[in-house]
């Protein structure tokens, strides 16, 4: 038995010797392929074991392996390598970085940076984004992709949408910054979505702040296009061709809808409009013949659209070139003179005149032509009784077309206009020029590691527009006596001078960059306005519209200068490629302020943790870094410090109180000094941000995650003054926003099925933290307002909460606030806050914010060969809407209605618990601010569907591409509001007033057929 033991014990020390001698040591080293440099922390395992070590900080490693095993190399951002062991061996290996989101090269301000190096919230929007859209500004083109930026379109051709980046935190300007190129811009509706190469969305205070006092509401980072080094040239033609038709259209009360609630009225005036339609256009009582619906009338039922681009681009080995062309038409849905034209050219050229000098320049032309329509026909339409036409011949004083009259079924003039007859007595056209040219030159001073740049940036814009009155008539207040046209030119030269330099350099693992920059800027304006009437004896023709034609002739002239001075530098630093650092300091003048200077800092951290060692052997997370960031920013996009110093004498000023003055009867006059003046200074941003940025699962999900607190201090406002004095604007409030962001994406591939799938959600807070004192400050429209309080949203919208309609009579008498004010059945009941049994003031409340508190967007993608399929939702939710367009019922209260409206009327107990009764509607009890004009204007969007199929145009293999495509923008919304559309911008009618809709453009559907060729 013991022998046995031993012949056991020798045979397995023979099978370890044996094991031992077909074991050999590996080491080596592990680079980047690209620059050569070391890669800390790369994972190498024997394939199908759980054998391995990770490089050392000089990306070295020794491993005994089994000879013949397979080494696998893998390091989040590059693509994993396999090697086969034969001997002992010094290995080399070069991994090529892996076309990953964490390693795509970002714009930031005055550079560029890899996504995994940032440590702050940026958004990059790849150009096949923004194609995707058929819409004539590139922001439309973004609605719904970016979490945290809110996008609100205008359906007018060639209009400006709405951009606001996490939240509102001033009434003067909610827009971000754009900077094309190095230059800065208030909207970049002059750009062509083709010539756009690059778009990176600058969210927190830390990326922005190197931008300083022109980023307070973030920065929109845009690169058009360029060439290549020794790439041949590409040309590539892409356009599009289609048409928009009205999208949720609104449904109003038809003839008899209205006849039936005047009728129901029983007033003696709404009866004899009913009469009179149906005596001189036929029909009876309920049962009229005429029946128009305006909104039909002023609306085409398609409009077409259309886009055509040509690209040239390429580049030898010491230049690189980009040309383009971009026309673009855009018909709007008014059914009148409505269009928007625009002519791109677009070009580069970068040339290596030396090893260490690098010259350049970029220039951007554009020239549109745009006629705007007569938004004021949209509330007209609304307003307008259907029972009488849009032309009558028996209004033989209408000239020169014969346009009905309201006045024609009992209306008093200036009741309620003709919208068709609004629409098309209107002329406004705009001529923009805009030219953008960038000249710069770049330095290698030292080696790659001290690089000057020079870059000179300029933007000229020539506005010239044009507007005609015709002599016209359709009653005494739709009318004018005499033509007239007034024009007005402007004229904007703005410059931008940027120096920097750039020191980059690596230390062993560590790895520093500084800039050091100086900008120099002025901005001027100049208007020259001018008017005139035209007599009868000049024919309505544009050859005409001159003012030397004119009689009356009224003349003004205009002028404003801006300049701006600012120092900056921003130094970034990271260890292993594992702990990330970022400061920035920029210090602004504006000529704006009193107070010249202005100072903001910012500072940034990221720590990459899945390259820790106690991450190594986890399988959930393939990338994860964490990113803490805090900035302050300014802004001067506010009014310039004005006012002035009165001097007020008379009686009323006298001192002298009970007397009549001296011995000979006079009056003693007494003298006031009153000064207004508006001492005011930056708007302060204070923003901190905390994210993860995240790949699981092999890359096929990737993320973000934000929470983000932005105070806004300093925030001007325009308060109320004591003693009757006029309001002034000032530095009064303190405005905090916050929320989170998320964003996820996947992408996989299953046999020839590729798909992706992906969203993101943000969260809005917007809060009034101070008023420096004051309760409260009112804004909007004085009989529908809002208010801004401490504690609650910026402007919100404020007046009683309607709590049901009175039923019947003895609710009436049971309730002493109906006794008081004389209410009857059908009327609505308010609810009586402080309990103390009288309707007043203290019982208005807070209706909602138009801010909404969740925005989102999803995206889903697929491929099958050469087939591809894309369909983008997005929405938002939380937010309210002031519905004027029925509130105007306040002045007009026999105005018509939307068909939701008009057909639940309450008709008698029972009926509704909503809506007040036909008679009801003409009383200013049920016509006052309150949640019943308060809507809900939450929404899910079908943004985009896209079906696109790509082939070759030939089989030689340098046969030119080609991609057809199917596109549907906008097709469907899902929604409450009983508007046109639940997309409501600022309204210049309403002072502060985002969310009153009013005039609203309705927002359009397009579809489109589109085609890319590619030579």
């Given at each position: 038995?013991?022998?046995?033991?031993?012949?056991?014990?020798?045979?397995?020390?023979?099978?370890?010797?044996?094991?031992?001698?077909?074991?050999?040591?590996?080491?080596?080293?592990?680079?980047?392929?690209?620059?050569?440099?070391?890669?800390?922390?790369?994972?190498?395992?024997?394939?199908?074991?759980?054998?391995?070590?990770?490089?050392?900080?000089?990306?070295?490693?020794?491993?005994?392996?089994?000879?013949?095993?397979?080494?696998?190399?893998?390091?989040?951002?590059?693509?994993?390598?396999?090697?086969?062991?034969?001997?002992?061996?010094?290995?080399?290996?070069?991994?090529?970085?892996?076309?990953?989101?964490?390693?795509?090269?970002?714009?930031?301000?005055?550079?560029?940076?890899?996504?995994?190096?940032?440590?702050?919230?940026?958004?990059?929007?790849?150009?096949?984004?923004?194609?995707?859209?058929?819409?004539?500004?590139?922001?439309?083109?973004?609605?719904?992709?970016?979490?945290?930026?809110?996008?609100?379109?205008?359906?007018?051709?060639?209009?400006?949408?709405?951009?606001?980046?996490?939240?509102?935190?001033?009434?003067?300007?909610?827009?971000?910054?754009?900077?094309?190129?190095?230059?800065?811009?208030?909207?970049?509706?002059?750009?062509?979505?083709?010539?756009?190469?690059?778009?990176?969305?600058?969210?927190?205070?830390?990326?922005?702040?190197?931008?300083?006092?022109?980023?307070?509401?973030?920065?929109?980072?845009?690169?058009?296009?360029?060439?290549?080094?020794?790439?041949?040239?590409?040309?590539?033609?892409?356009?599009?061709?289609?048409?928009?038709?009205?999208?949720?259209?609104?449904?109003?009360?038809?003839?008899?809808?209205?006849?039936?609630?005047?009728?129901?009225?029983?007033?003696?005036?709404?009866?004899?409009?009913?009469?009179?339609?149906?005596?001189?256009?036929?029909?009876?009582?309920?049962?009229?013949?005429?029946?128009?619906?305006?909104?039909?009338?002023?609306?085409?039922?398609?409009?077409?659209?259309?886009?055509?681009?040509?690209?040239?681009?390429?580049?030898?080995?010491?230049?690189?070139?980009?040309?383009?062309?971009?026309?673009?038409?855009?018909?709007?849905?008014?059914?009148?003179?409505?269009?928007?034209?625009?002519?791109?050219?677009?070009?580069?050229?970068?040339?290596?005149?030396?090893?260490?000098?690098?010259?350049?320049?970029?220039?951007?032309?554009?020239?549109?032509?745009?006629?705007?329509?007569?938004?004021?026909?949209?509330?007209?339409?609304?307003?307008?009784?259907?029972?009488?036409?849009?032309?009558?011949?028996?209004?033989?004083?209408?000239?020169?077309?014969?346009?009905?009259?309201?006045?024609?079924?009992?209306?008093?003039?200036?009741?309620?206009?003709?919208?068709?007859?609004?629409?098309?007595?209107?002329?406004?056209?705009?001529?923009?020029?805009?030219?953008?040219?960038?000249?710069?030159?770049?330095?290698?001073?030292?080696?790659?590691?001290?690089?000057?740049?020079?870059?000179?940036?300029?933007?000229?814009?020539?506005?010239?527009?044009?507007?005609?009155?015709?002599?016209?008539?359709?009653?005494?207040?739709?009318?004018?006596?005499?033509?007239?046209?007034?024009?007005?030119?402007?004229?904007?030269?703005?410059?931008?001078?940027?120096?920097?330099?750039?020191?980059?350099?690596?230390?062993?693992?560590?790895?520093?960059?500084?800039?050091?920059?100086?900008?120099?800027?002025?901005?001027?304006?100049?208007?020259?306005?001018?008017?005139?009437?035209?007599?009868?004896?000049?024919?309505?023709?544009?050859?005409?519209?001159?003012?030397?034609?004119?009689?009356?002739?009224?003349?003004?002239?205009?002028?404003?200068?801006?300049?701006?001075?600012?120092?900056?530098?921003?130094?970034?630093?990271?260890?292993?490629?594992?702990?990330?650092?970022?400061?920035?300091?920029?210090?602004?003048?504006?000529?704006?302020?009193?107070?010249?200077?202005?100072?903001?800092?910012?500072?940034?951290?990221?720590?990459?943790?899945?390259?820790?060692?106690?991450?190594?052997?986890?399988?959930?997370?393939?990338?994860?870094?964490?990113?803490?960031?805090?900035?302050?920013?300014?802004?001067?996009?506010?009014?310039?410090?004005?006012?002035?110093?009165?001097?007020?004498?008379?009686?009323?000023?006298?001192?002298?109180?009970?007397?009549?003055?001296?011995?000979?009867?006079?009056?003693?006059?007494?003298?006031?000094?009153?000064?207004?003046?508006?001492?005011?200074?930056?708007?302060?941003?204070?923003?901190?941000?905390?994210?993860?940025?995240?790949?699981?699962?092999?890359?096929?999900?990737?993320?973000?995650?934000?929470?983000?607190?932005?105070?806004?201090?300093?925030?001007?406002?325009?308060?109320?003054?004591?003693?009757?004095?006029?309001?002034?604007?000032?530095?009064?409030?303190?405005?905090?926003?916050?929320?989170?962001?998320?964003?996820?994406?996947?992408?996989?591939?299953?046999?020839?099925?590729?798909?992706?799938?992906?969203?993101?959600?943000?969260?809005?807070?917007?809060?009034?933290?101070?008023?420096?004192?004051?309760?409260?400050?009112?804004g909007g429209k004085a009989e529908f307002p809002n208010i801004s309080e401490p504690g609650q949203p910026l402007n919100s919208f404020y007046g009683y909460k309607v709590v049901g309609v009175y039923q019947n009579a003895a609710q009436i008498a049971a309730d002493p606030i109906a006794v008081a004010n004389g209410l009857k059945p059908g009327d609505f009941k308010y609810a009586d806050v402080n309990h103390d049994g009288v309707l007043n003031n203290s019982d208005n409340v807070l209706l909602g914010s138009y801010l909404p508190k969740i925005t989102y967007g999803m995206n889903l993608g697929l491929t099958y060969k050469n087939f591809e399929l894309n369909i983008m939702l997005q929405g938002q939710a939380g937010n309210k809407i002031l519905n004027m367009n029925r509130a105007n019922r306040l002045w007009y209260s026999d105005m018509n209605g939307d068909a939701q409206l008009v057909t639940h009327l309450w008709t008698g107990e029972g009926s509704t618990n909503s809506y007040p009764s036909a008679l009801g509607t003409t009383k200013g009890w049920n016509n006052m601010a309150s949640s019943f004009f308060v809507e809900s204007g939450s929404y899910l969007r079908v943004q985009t569907i896209q079906l696109a199929y790509s082939f070759k145009l030939g089989n030689a293999p340098k046969a030119p591409s080609m991609r057809i495509s199917f596109t549907a923008d906008r097709p469907l919304i899902f929604t409450k509001y009983s508007g046109f559309t639940p997309e409501i911008g600022y309204s210049q009618a309403y002072?502060?007033?985002?969310?009153?809709?009013?005039?609203?453009?309705?927002?359009?559907?397009?579809?489109?057929?589109?085609?890319?060729?590619?030579?």
């Open positions: 038995m013991r022998k046995k033991v031993w012949y056991m014990l020798l045979l397995l020390s023979f099978i370890s010797l044996q094991v031992v001698a077909q074991s050999v040591s590996v080491s080596g080293v592990v680079r980047d392929a690209e620059n050569n440099s070391t890669l800390p922390g790369v994972s190498v395992m024997v394939k199908g074991t759980s054998q391995g070590v990770p490089t050392d900080l000089n990306g070295q490693f020794t491993l005994s392996v089994p000879k013949g095993a397979t080494l696998q190399f893998s390091y989040i951002g590059y693509q994993t390598q396999q090697l086969i062991v034969t001997s002992n061996e010094m290995l080399n290996v070069k991994l090529q970085p892996a076309s990953t989101a964490m390693n795509e090269v970002v714009v930031v301000g005055y550079g560029t940076s890899k996504a995994k190096d940032l440590t702050a919230p940026i958004s990059v929007v790849k150009p096949e984004t923004l194609m995707q859209r058929t819409v004539s500004s590139p922001m439309d083109a973004l609605q719904g992709s970016v979490a945290g930026v809110q996008v609100t379109t205008n359906g007018s051709p060639g209009s400006s949408p709405s951009v606001r980046i996490r939240g509102v935190g001033s009434i003067n300007n909610t827009g971000p910054l754009y900077v094309v190129d190095g230059m800065f811009y208030d909207n970049i509706d002059f750009l062509n979505s083709s010539d756009i190469q690059s778009m990176s969305i600058l969210k927190d205070a830390s990326a922005a702040a190197i931008y300083g006092v022109r980023a307070a509401n973030g920065v929109v980072i845009i690169t058009t296009k360029s060439g290549t080094l020794d790439t041949p040239t590409k040309v590539t033609y892409s356009g599009y061709a289609g048409f928009q038709t009205p999208s949720n259209m609104l449904k109003m009360a038809n003839g008899s809808q209205y006849a039936a609630m005047e009728l129901a009225k029983g007033l003696t005036s709404d009866v004899a409009h009913v009469t009179l339609s149906a005596q001189k256009f036929g029909g009876s009582g309920n049962n009229p013949t005429t029946s128009t619906n305006w909104y039909d009338q002023i609306l085409r039922k398609s409009a077409f659209t259309q886009s055509h681009s040509i690209n040239v681009s390429g580049g030898s080995d010491k230049m690189t070139f980009s040309f383009g062309l971009n026309y673009l038409y855009q018909n709007g849905i008014m059914n009148t003179q409505n269009n928007y034209n625009r002519f791109n050219i677009h070009a580069q050229t970068d040339y290596q005149a030396y090893k260490w000098l690098k010259l350049g320049y970029n220039v951007v032309l554009s020239n549109a032509i745009l006629y705007s329509p007569n938004n004021a026909a949209f509330a007209y339409a609304y307003a307008a009784s259907p029972l009488y036409p849009v032309y009558d011949p028996n209004n033989t004083l209408a000239k020169p077309i014969d346009y009905a009259s309201s006045t024609s079924i009992g209306f008093s003039n200036g009741q309620f206009s003709n919208p068709v007859a609004a629409a098309n007595y209107y002329y406004n056209k705009t001529n923009i020029l805009e030219i953008l040219p960038t000249v710069f030159a770049e330095a290698n001073i030292w080696d790659n590691k001290l690089v000057w740049k020079t870059q000179l940036s300029q933007s000229y814009t020539i506005d010239r527009v044009v507007g005609y009155t015709p002599q016209f008539f359709v009653d005494q207040s739709q009318m004018s006596s005499l033509a007239g046209v007034a024009k007005e030119q402007d004229y904007y030269n703005n410059l931008v001078l940027d120096n920097t330099l750039t020191y980059k350099d690596q230390f062993g693992q560590n790895h520093l960059s500084v800039l050091l920059g100086n900008s120099v800027r002025t901005e001027m304006m100049q208007q020259a306005t001018e008017s005139a009437s035209l007599p009868s004896t000049i024919a309505n023709t544009t050859e005409n519209y001159y003012i030397h034609n004119g009689i009356g002739i009224n003349a003004n002239d205009n002028g404003s200068q801006y300049n701006g001075l600012s120092f900056f530098a921003r130094a970034t630093y990271d260890y292993a490629s594992r702990y990330l650092l970022t400061a920035t300091m920029r210090a602004d003048a504006s000529s704006k302020f009193q107070q010249k200077w202005g100072y903001f800092p910012s500072i940034g951290a990221g720590w990459i943790m899945s390259e820790e060692k106690f991450m190594a052997h986890q399988h959930l997370f393939d990338y994860l870094k964490a990113r803490v960031s805090w900035g302050q920013l300014g802004n001067d996009a506010v009014p310039p410090s004005n006012g002035f110093m009165s001097m007020n004498s008379g009686i009323g000023y006298s001192g002298i109180y009970g007397s009549s003055g001296t011995a000979n009867g006079a009056y003693v006059p007494g003298y006031v000094s009153s000064n207004f003046f508006s001492w005011l200074t930056w708007e302060v941003v204070n923003e901190w941000d905390g994210g993860f940025d995240f790949s699981m699962f092999h890359q096929h999900l990737n993320g973000t995650v934000d929470y983000y607190n932005r105070v806004t201090s300093n925030a001007v406002l325009n308060s109320p003054q004591p003693m009757g004095a006029p309001t002034l604007l000032g530095n009064f409030a303190k405005i905090t926003n916050s929320g989170f962001e998320l964003t996820l994406n996947w992408k996989d591939k299953i046999g020839d099925l590729g798909y992706s799938i992906g969203g993101n959600i943000s969260t809005l807070k917007n809060t009034v933290d101070n008023l420096h004192g004051l309760a409260y400050i009112m002072n502060w007033g985002s969310g009153y809709d009013t005039q609203t453009y309705p927002t359009a559907s397009t579809y489109s057929l589109g085609w890319t060729i590619t030579y």
